[in-house]
Every structure is written in C-alpha cells, then in structure tokens.
C-alpha cells in the first residue's frame, strides 16, 4: 500500500493506493498553522488511513517548499512555519518508519505523467496556479528535481518580457520583485482586477464587466509568456494545469494561440491540458514518490 499526503496551506488530504493504483481511502483535515501540529495532523492521518485499511504502507509526502540538500531543512514555503523544520526526519520518527518528501508541483507533475493527462508523454511540465505559484517536471517517466533540488521552481523567476506598466513587479514573499507568481497566482488575479485586499479569482470568468474582462486578458497573455520560457528551455511535449485557475475554460483556447507569440521556433506543437485528477493529482503524486 501506497500512502501519500498533500500537505496545503489550508487543508492536509491524505490517500491510500493499492497495488495496481486503485484508491482505497481518501480523508481531508485542516492544516493546522504551526509546525508541531502538522507532525501530529499528518501522523494521525496515516495511522488512522492504516488503522481503517488494515494494512501498512509507505508514505510520500507532498509540501509547498522543498528540502535543502545542504542542511536537509525545509526551505521557500509559503506556508512559512515549515521553513526551517527537519520535517522528513520528524515525520519518520513520528510514523516509525523513513518518509519521502517533494515540492508540491512535483508531487502535480508525477501523478499526471503516470496516469493523467499526461500519460504517455515523452516529457511533461506540470503548473500549480493558486495561491501560489510552481511547476515540476517529469522526463522518460522520472521526476526532475534537480541538483539542488529546485528543479521547476517557476514561480520565482522574473515575468519574461515585462512591459513598462509591469516593470520592476510587485514585491514576492521570497525578497525579490516581479516573480511569476506575484501576476498569476489567484490572488494576483483577483488584485489585478478588484483592488489590493481581493484574494478570490473564482467568480471572475463569468463576470461580464470591464475590469474582470480585462484582469483575465493580462493574466492569459502573462501566462502565455511565463510559459514560453519553460518552452524554451524545456520544450516539453505536454504542459498540465492544475491549482484553482486551471478551471478557467479559456485558457486552453487563448493560450495555444498566444503562446507561438513568444516561442523561439517556427511551429508549437506542445499541447496544453487541464490535470486529469484535478485537485487529486497532488496527493496521487505523493503516494508515487515510492515507485522509482
């Protein structure tokens, strides 16, 4: 059995797998906003899960950070009571047993190159588009984290080809200015169109008014651009859309088209896809970090 948790700022889900990747249970608690109780949330989880299964298994665990590989602490987390804590080394001996650890939007991008919109692909870069930013990356089947285990961490690049209005960025929790996720996570968004203190972008593509229209149209040719450096670099074959923004229909018309605009290549054939599982796929993916 395969268990895996997505830890999120708001909520911590937790799922079993079976052997052929079949989903046995599936629980969501709040997270709790402090360091000792996420041990504790995530180790209930897991006892409870195998409590009600019968069985034990191993656990992978998806965060919105990632492990330093000079001091093996977590390190640029949003959710910043993580920063700083040995949290594979604390759930291991909260649990009995060792745990796996990985970035969120890696956890996004294993799950949807297993089974997902993904399958099959030669290579996949999967988006977190939420209340923050990220991106992972998948080639021949096997995560890309990186030597120094930052690989896609998108989000915190500078906006390519900013214009004069957008130069030099609002200012990112990281320290830095014009981060790709200080224009396209969700409460960008809602900014952007509806003031500073606006933080839901949910409602905003069946709004009819001026200021919603306008916000998405900045926002797709934002993201069109942010993405055609991934292309660049990259050149994945599929790139896969998941967080909260991921659900606005338009994106997968407006961005094929405006996405060639800034892509060093005469055609773009990459294609450009909704997660199959949703909201599922990070904590799916987190229960694969055992597979390879």
Not at 242 to 269: I, K, Q
């Amino acid at each position: 059995m395969r268990i895996g948790i997505d830890l999120g700022g708001t909520k911590t889900e937790v799922v079993a797998l079976g052997v052929s990747g079949e989903v046995l249970l599936r629980r969501r608690q709040p997270t709790p906003p402090d360091y000792a109780g996420v041990i504790q949330n995530i180790a209930a989880l897991v006892q409870g899960a195998e409590a009600e299964l019968g069985a034990r298994g191993t656990v992978g665990v998806g965060i919105p950070g990632s492990l330093s590989p000079a001091t093996g602490l977590v390190r640029g987390a949003n959710s910043i009571w993580l920063n700083g804590g040995r949290l594979d080394v604390d759930l291991a001996a909260a649990l009995g047993r060792p745990v796996r650890l990985s970035n969120d939007a890696n956890c996004l991008a294993l799950s949807e190159a297993a089974d997902g919109a993904g399958a099959g692909a030669s290579s996949v870069f999967a988006v977190i588009l939420g209340t923050g930013v990220g991106g992972g990356l998948v080639i021949g089947g096997r995560l890309v984290e990186g030597f120094n285990r930052i690989g896609g961490e998108w989000g915190h690049n500078p906006l390519p080809w900013m214009t004069e209005a957008e130069f030099p960025g609002p200012a990112c929790w990281c320290g830095k200015r014009g981060c790709i996720e200080t224009f396209l996570s969700g409460p960008a968004l809602a900014a952007d169109a509806d003031g500073p203190g606006a933080r839901d972008a949910s409602g905003l593509p069946a709004r009819r008014d001026e200021a919603a229209r306008a916000a998405l149209a900045r926002h797709t040719d934002r993201l069109a651009r942010a993405l055609a450096a991934v292309v660049n670099l990259v050149d994945p074959e599929v790139i896969i859309l998941g967080g909260g923004l991921s659900n606005m229909a338009h994106l997968y018309e407006d961005l094929p088209r405006l996405l060639p605009r800034h892509v060093f290549s005469d055609v773009v054939r990459t294609r450009i896809l909704p997660a199959r599982h949703g909201d599922s796929s990070g904590v799916l993916g987190a229960a694969r970090l055992w597979d390879s």
